[in-house]
């Protein structure tokens, strides 16, 4: 397998984006990174998923005030990730599982290329580990289908609703 990081690994899609950081997905922590994940469903037909690992790299500016600093952090991660991916892309190609991976910086401070690299190997090992332990639990990114309620329509069945036409 060639070590490169395609357009068609990078999370592109704000509905993903949206799901990923939305509450019940699992995280964790190997400085000076913190790693969001979710495991995704392959057939949704809003996403078209080309690559079983899907990555997102963010570097908030409140942390690193530079844009030098910034974007050598985010270098840093695409390198070590690019570098790292083999074993996990394997495995969730094996087991046809799509994972999204986003990685955010927690340190104030620009980190070493060693250091970056380390956490990135940790966060990949991790997720495999509970890959092979578990099987993981894969959401759908399709929005939830709300039924509109009778009740508000009996209720505007007049019109529309005017606060001062209201009777105390």
């Keep these: 397998m060639r070590e490169t990081f395609t357009k068609a690994e990078r999370i592109c899609s704000k509905l993903l984006i949206d799901k990923l950081f939305t509450g019940g997905n699992a995280s964790m922590a190997a400085f000076p990174l913190r790693a969001v994940y979710m495991f995704i469903d392959a057939e949704d037909e809003k996403l078209s998923l080309k690559s079983p690992i899907s990555v997102l790299i963010s570097v908030p500016k409140r942390k690193l005030h530079l844009a030098v600093d910034r974007n050598r952090l985010k270098r840093q991660v695409r390198e070590a990730y690019r570098r ?85």
């Design 84 to 168: 790292n991916k083999q074993s996990l892309y394997a495995l969730m190609e094996e087991k046809k599982l799509h994972l999204a991976i986003a990685f955010i910086c927690i340190s104030d401070q620009p980190a070493e290329t060693e250091q970056v690299t380390r956490a990135v190997k940790k966060v990949l090992r991790r997720i495999e580990e509970s890959v092979k332990k578990e099987e993981p639990v894969v959401r759908s990114i399709k929005e939830p289908e709300i039924e509109p309620s009778e009740t508000l329509e009996e209720d505007f069945s007049d019109g529309p609703y005017n606060p001062l036409l209201l009777e105390d």
